[in-house]
Nanobody, 114 residues
Framework: QVQLVESGGGLVQPGGSLRLSCATS????????IGWYRQAPGKQRELVAS??????NYADSVKGRFTISRDYAKNMVYLQLNSLKPEDTAIYYC?????????WGRGTQVTVSS
């Protein structure tokens, strides 16, 4: 079993920054695929960034602006969001794939607005 808890969302102006955190527990040290998805109102959930066997991957829409990182010692995964745009507004979810099962956190809201 894997538990995921997100934090760090909020309201930020365009061009601003946020850092999202995902606390992992359970069998988290054995997770090889972990990442962040987001879902905007009226849209499908989409992959933002992931770490697969230690290699980061990004959606084209966030490349150069977002950075995913993982701290194995603290059982944490982070998503640094820079140069935020209104279209980045969404609920951001932490996701882990462990033993062919998908695990999700409850999400954290990011709102980019002036």
């Amino acid at each position: 079993q894997v538990q995921l808890v997100e934090s760090g969302g909020g309201l930020v102006q365009p061009g601003g920054s946020l850092r999202l955190s995902c606390a992992t527990s359970g069998s988290s040290t054995s997770i090889n695929v972990i990442g962040w998805y987001r879902q905007a109102p009226g849209k499908q959930r989409e992959l933002v960034a992931s770490i697969i066997s230690g290699v980061p991957n990004y959606a084209d829409s966030v490349k150069g602006r977002f950075t995913i990182s993982r701290d194995y010692a603290k059982n944490m995964v982070y998503l640094q969001l820079n140069s935020l745009k209104p279209e980045d507004t969404a609920i951001y979810y932490c996701n882990a794939l462990y033993r062919d099962a998908n695990y999700w956190g409850r999400g954290t809201q990011v709102t980019v607005s002036s």
